[in-house]
Every structure is written in structure tokens, then in C-alpha cells.
């Protein structure tokens, strides 16, 4: 501390150096079906093209069309076994560093190919994030090779009130998943 004292130069470097470790999360967001739906009737063919799904630029920061922070956890989940974490500091990021939610703008929860059983998303047993599905003891169905995916861009997204969420393997044979979950601390 005396050394910051006499030399500011030294206080400007560390102030530098701690505003320097700011995170910042941005990007884009598409999804973008290439289906053409046809049916022949006789000599004529009628066809149904499909629109892009979603395009969703988001900046940094806590407002309408921002987030500040993402996770993502690959995990493998023996027979029947469940996993409850909480959005209040359960999950770290990439840098190693504890994510609170107060808000979740983005959700998606990947089933790999080679599960045999679906994976099973709610169900916490205490202080349930209920924003997302309703109730305490509501289910959500991943399929095997399946994703749900959820986006709230606009206003307060899903709040984070109860905070924990439970991913459940449904079968009697190890399940591998992929949880993606983006907000606001």
C-alpha cells in the first residue's frame, strides 16, 4: 500500500489490470431450417418453404436483448442417476468462475444420439426453479439425439427465483447430456 501511495503510477497499472478481467458475452443466435415440404397431386406440385426460425443478436448486459454470461456442461449420467444444480452459483463458466443467475434469457438441453433413454429436465427436489416449467414436480422429455431449446430475449427472461435444476437419466444404462445456460448475474 505505500507504494500505491507514492507512486500512482502503480495504483493506475493494478486499477488497469482489475477492470481488465471484465466479461462480456455477445453474439448471435440462429436458427434456420432448410425444409422444402412438397406434395404432387396429379401433374402439379405444390411446395412449402420454411422461414429461418430465429435470428437473435444479443450484446452484453442485463437489458432487453442481452446477457452477460454462459455456461455449458457435457455430463454422463449412470442408471437412473440425478444431477441438481443450482442456477444460484452451481454452475461454473469457462473461465472458472461461479455463475449466479438472476435471469435466463437462453436454456438448451442436448440428448447425445447414443442414449438409449430420455433425460428429464425439472423435478428438483428443494427450492425448484419453477419460472421455466410451472411447478415443483414438472417434467420436461429429451429424446435420445433430441434438444430443447428455450429463448426469452425480451423483457425480465425466466427469473431466477427457486434455483435449482434437476437433470435425470430415465433409463437403466448411461445417459450423456449437453446443458447450455446463458443470463444475467
Given at each position: 500500500w505505500n507504494t500505491m501511495k507514492t507512486n500512482p503510477a502503480i495504483a493506475l497499472i493494478l486499477a488497469l489490470a482489475i477492470t481488465a478481467c471484465a466479461d462480456t458475452f455477445s453474439g448471435r443466435l440462429l436458427v434456420y431450417p432448410q425444409w422444402t415440404h412438397a406434395k404432387t397431386v396429379g401433374a402439379s406440385t405444390v411446395t412449402e418453404t420454411f422461414a429461418m426460425f430465429l435470428d437473435w443478436t444479443h450484446t452484453s448486459g442485463?437489458?432487453?436483448?442481452?446477457?452477460?454470461?454462459?455456461?455449458?456442461?457435457?455430463?454422463?449420467?449412470?442408471?437412473?442417476?440425478?444431477?441438481?444444480?443450482?442456477?444460484?452459483?452451481?454452475?461454473?463458466?469457462?473461465?472458472?468462475?461461479?455463475?449466479?443467475?438472476?435471469?435466463?434469457?437462453?436454456?438448451?438441453?442436448?440428448?447425445?444420439?447414443g442414449n438409449y433413454y430420455d433425460i428429464?429436465?425439472?423435478?428438483?427436489?428443494?427450492?425448484?426453479?419453477?419460472?421455466?416449467?410451472?411447478?415443483?414436480?414438472?417434467?420436461?422429455?429429451?429424446?435420445?439425439?433430441?434438444?430443447?431449446?428455450?429463448?426469452?430475449?425480451?423483457?425480465?427472461?425466466?427469473?431466477?427465483?427457486?434455483?435449482?435444476?434437476?437433470?435425470?437419466n430415465a433409463g437403466s444404462s448411461n445417459a450423456t447430456y449437453t446443458i447450455y445456460i446463458g443470463g444475467i448475474e
Open positions: 442485463a437489458g432487453s436483448n442481452q446477457m452477460n454470461t454462459i455456461i455449458r456442461e457435457t455430463a454422463t449420467l449412470t442408471n437412473g442417476q440425478s444431477r441438481t444444480v443450482s442456477l444460484a452459483g452451481g454452475y461454473t463458466d469457462a473461465f472458472g468462475d461461479a455463475t449466479t443467475f438472476t435471469a435466463v434469457r437462453f436454456l438448451a438441453l442436448e440428448a447425445s444420439g428429464m429436465f425439472g423435478g428438483a427436489a428443494s427450492d425448484a426453479w419453477t419460472n421455466l416449467v410451472g411447478g415443483a414436480t414438472d417434467l420436461i422429455k429429451v429424446r435420445p439425439g433430441g434438444t430443447m431449446m428455450f429463448v426469452a430475449p425480451i423483457g425480465t427472461g425466466y427469473g431466477v427465483t427457486g434455483s435449482n435444476v434437476c437433470i435425470t
